[in-house]
């Protein structure tokens, strides 16, 4: 440790002033800036937390995508949460990355929260335990990891100017707990600072980045603003260490004259300088010989066992939820027909919208493997649209008119409006937020195709972006108008860009020539180099009624109804919150139609957070697959067919009706979000309001059954110290099963507000037909803790209750603290 920290001071004193500043702002978009003085290559960047996107985005540059962050809490498993670490420290090898941001872990304070998707669960425990073993995970491959976003930053509206006021109790117990266990146990090597403010103090110069982060808690990582967070040179007088991205006009030069007046020390530039070289040290971005390190070698290869571990991680953190007349798993052979009803079973939706969305290379939808394991015997029906704004245009009905390829002739356009840049694209998706990216010397932008469709129809032809657009069919012009602007922040346009259309006649095998032609002159700032473009259909939604009729018509010919809901990346999006929790478009009408007329209805649930489900007692089962990643559809068939047992036990209450959430303040009042309910959230406020919610927090249902026998747990521990439960299990049924042993812990009588319940420790149990194995569970002191001017501790007696969920209890213990 001694010749690490000889080596850092001795790295620092070889730079000027002018190379350390440059060193704390961004390169660009991704990378930070190499410095060959100290042989120091740049740093790549990656957006994460559910696959590593690299440095560009593009249709053509692919990535593994894995399920989301809900369905990654719902595994309760350390061991899984690791592996898939491990995993996108894989991907971020091939890839060149350097430091993953992810894992996202706030909490799900509201299910309203837009990134609700991303994070991992409303307890704070169960959230650091996982993001421990994550970035743990990534680490273990010399990729860095960066839990987000420190912190309080639970929902998304005005979330660049929204001030979060929490009590000190609250934040210390709850928000900060996650990023505790991230840095303390995980020694998490970079931590993202958020947007809000927090009691009055914007999180990039807020004290919380030293107290506790640094004082207690001893990090000695790389704090990364969230981008474009940094707004004033005065941040650079707080523990915030990498500006990103870059350049920018709040540090750089001005950074440079104020160490020079004095206003700045250069102590302060210098602890950041030595973290940002430990990072490099960490990730091997600097030479061990002063010679600077070559680039990473990237290739487009994703490995067949980081496939395969989509697969197995869809399996594993699906929850059943319903599962009447042990209706799953299906034995196809007893059925004729089988009907499959949804938008989501052909476009399924595999991950959330935002900075999180990958490109992976193949989709396998529920539609695609259910056809493929049934044949003749699935008929399909769309049912009802979930769609929100504009479908690319099919990819295998383009041609590149000028190459001849498959795609679309691309072309940048200067000032005088000629080619300065052309290339063929493989889709009418696009977007450019990389580095170096070309868009940003563009004036304009002309995108041509040859589109043969496969089908004669009329469509809503249309494009998505904020410019001046010109579509032309054939030479008719179909769209000449601007698309004026409809949010304050920038990234929700670029994410979800608002769209016009104008019908279009199509004939099957008959060829039109698409043109559009968008102007991009005078754009400044971050908009300059990050630009979305899309030319696609719009669903017709006139269409609903004939849609509901042909599915009810599938059902009623069939043995057996699989209906698929979901949400949208309109509904589930970074930089948005949700307006409800009702399914989008006519869904609950489709399934109530289709339970009139097919007693065996079996619902999926595509959907990242949770969803109200009023028709969930009617149907004969139930299963919750988030946002499952790419290999979503082979997941459901192994789950359906009972190759494989769902996995995942909620990490988040759901509710019967809206009206009945606890917390629903995401939209901030005159620039403020009071966490008024304190430390009440998720189960704990739904159990302090006397509530009964659709599902408990860590109930999921298996394909076995189990029973438990005594529970044993000393009597009486010392204030802060660990204890060990055990208990047996027995798995009492026919098959392999995963149980999830929860110990939470209450105290009657308290001197202090304590939640009626709360968690304390879990332990994933893995045993085959009539094994018993003992689930040992262990339990830090801190959790019998809580806050009021440091950790304190009320002696007496705590109960401890062992179950498998919040509520469903099968035996309590009394340990005495003190």
Partial sequence: MTNLVSRIDDLTAKLSLEEKVSLLTGRDFWNTVPLESIGLRNMLLSDGPAGVRGEFWDERDNSLNLPSGTALGSSWSPTLAAEYGRTLGSEAQRKGVDVVLGPTINLHRSPLGGRHFECLSEDAMLTGALATSFTQGIQSTGIGACPKHYVANDFETERFTANVTVDERTLRELYLRPFEDAVVDGQAWTIMSAYNSVNGKTMTENDLLQTPLRSEWGFDGVVISDWTAVRTLDSANYEQDLEMPGPTEFWSQNLINAVRSGEIAEETIDRKIKRMILLAIRVGAIGADGSTPAQKPRHNNISDQDVAFARKAAVQTSVLLRNQEQSL??????????????????????????????MPKTVVTPLQALKKLLGDKLSYSIGAVVQHGLAELPKDELKNPITGEAGAHLELLGEDGQPIFTETR?????????????IAAAHGLRFTTDFTPTETRTELMGVANTRYNKVTVDGDVLIDQLIPRTSEDPFSDLMDPPFVTAPVDLVAGKTVRIVAEIDLAGRVGIESAA???????????????????????????????????????????EGIDRKSLALPGRQDELVEAVLAVNPNVVVIVNSGSPVILPWRNRVKAIL????????????LVEILTGAEEPGGRLPTTWAIDESDLP????????????????????????????????FNFGFGLGYTSWTFGDVNAPKAIGVGSDLKLSVPVTNTGARKGKQVVQVYASRNNSSVDRPVRWLVGFVEVNAEAGETVLAEVKIRGREFAHWSDGWQYEAGKFELHVGTSVVDIIAKIEVNVG
């Fill in 329 to 358: 798993p299906i034995d196809f052979n007893k059925f004729g027909k089988v009907a499959l009803i949804g938008n989501n079973a052909s476009v399924a939706r595999t991950q959330g919208g935002g900075s999180a969305t990958v």
């Fill in 426 to 438: 493989g889709g009418s998706n696009l977007m450019w937020l990389g580095s170096g990216s070309p």
């Fill in 531 to 573: 630009f979305a473009f899309i030319l696609g259909f719009e669903p017709n939604k006139s269409l609903g009624d004939a849609m509901i009729a042909e599915a009810v018509e599938n059902a009623k010919n069939a043995e057996l109804a699989i209906v698929v809901v979901g949400t949208n990346s309109a509904v589930e999006s």
């Fill in 624 to 635: 919750l697959t988030y946002f499952a990643g790419q290999e979503m559809g082979n997941a």
């Fill in 663 to 694: 917390v629903s303040n995401c939209t901030p009042v005159d620039g403020q979000v009071v966490y008024e309910e304190g430390i009440h959230i998720g189960y704990r406020a739904w159990m302090k309001d006397n509530v009964a919610p659709a």
